[in-house]
């Protein structure tokens, strides 16, 4: 099966939270990530979480990490129409830190 | 600072022919991966690049092969292009001096094969 796996879609409404779904399979991985994909550009990094802690709050993005049960979460607050994009998670391949495993992505989607 | 630069943005080309596509990265980051995007399979790691010497690489034909020069550009080149070669090719640089690895991408190359 797949290492990184996140549901296809999200609709939301402005100014609603968004929470974004990940789970992997690699017990090894030390850091987990989130990008950001908008249309025609490339990814951009939005914040990462290191394995041993189990939440990170960055502005309006908060990053919930369940170890246990390889669940990783990202919580967009307040949600504007700008943040419509493709979400991805990746984790880094154990030992290997250029190589990143990821997602098929979360396009979100966010209704006036 | 400036970002990642990719060259060029976007490229056709015909079944058989070959390509070579380039990447700058982030003044001072010596670490250069190439990632793959298609709708069908997602976002696939090909090979990574850290002082001129391929550190990883991914699962994809020797058609497929890389280069790192002394300033960290990068180049990849893929010979022989089949038409399910068409994707959208990402390069990403990063410090690589540990943890926690940001990886920081370029805009990509579309490459279409016709």
């Known amino acids: 099966g797949e290492d990184v796996e996140q549901s296809l879609f999200l609709s939301v409404r402005e100014g609603d939270s968004s929470v974004i779904n990940c789970t992997y399979t690699?017990?090894?991985?030390?850091?987990l990530y989130w990008y950001k994909q908008e249309p025609g550009a490339g990814l951009q990094l939005l914040t990462y979480i290191f394995s041993n802690m189990d939440m990170k709050q960055d502005q309006r993005l908060t990053v919930l990490l369940n170890k246990k049960d390889k669940h990783l979460s990202l919580r967009i607050a307040d949600t504007q129409t700008g943040d419509s994009a493709i979400y991805f998670c990746?984790?880094?391949?154990?030992?290997?830190?250029?190589?990143?495993?990821f997602g098929k992505g979360t396009k979100l989607s966010v209704k006036p | 600072k400036a970002g990642v630069t990719q060259t060029p943005r976007y490229l056709i080309k015909t079944r058989g022919q070959q390509v070579t596509l380039s990447c700058s990265p982030i003044?001072?980051?010596?670490?250069v991966s190439w990632y793959q995007q298609t709708p069908g399979q997602g976002l696939q790691f090909l090979f990574e690049y850290f002082s001129e010497t391929q550190r990883n690489k991914g699962n994809f034909p020797g058609r497929f092969s890389g280069r790192q020069f002394s300033n960290s550009r990068s180049e990849m080149n893929v010979s022989t292009l089949e038409l399910g070669d068409s994707a959208l090719y990402l390069c990403?640089?990063?410090?690589?001096?540990?943890?926690?690895?940001?990886?920081?991408f370029g805009p990509g190359t579309r490459l279409t094969v016709t």
């Open positions: 990746a984790d880094v391949r154990g030992g290997s830190q250029g190589n990143l495993i």
């Open positions: 690699d017990s090894s991985s030390t850091y």
């Open positions: 003044s001072g980051h010596r670490s």
């Open positions: 990403a640089s990063s410090q690589a001096k540990g943890p926690p690895y940001e990886q920081y």
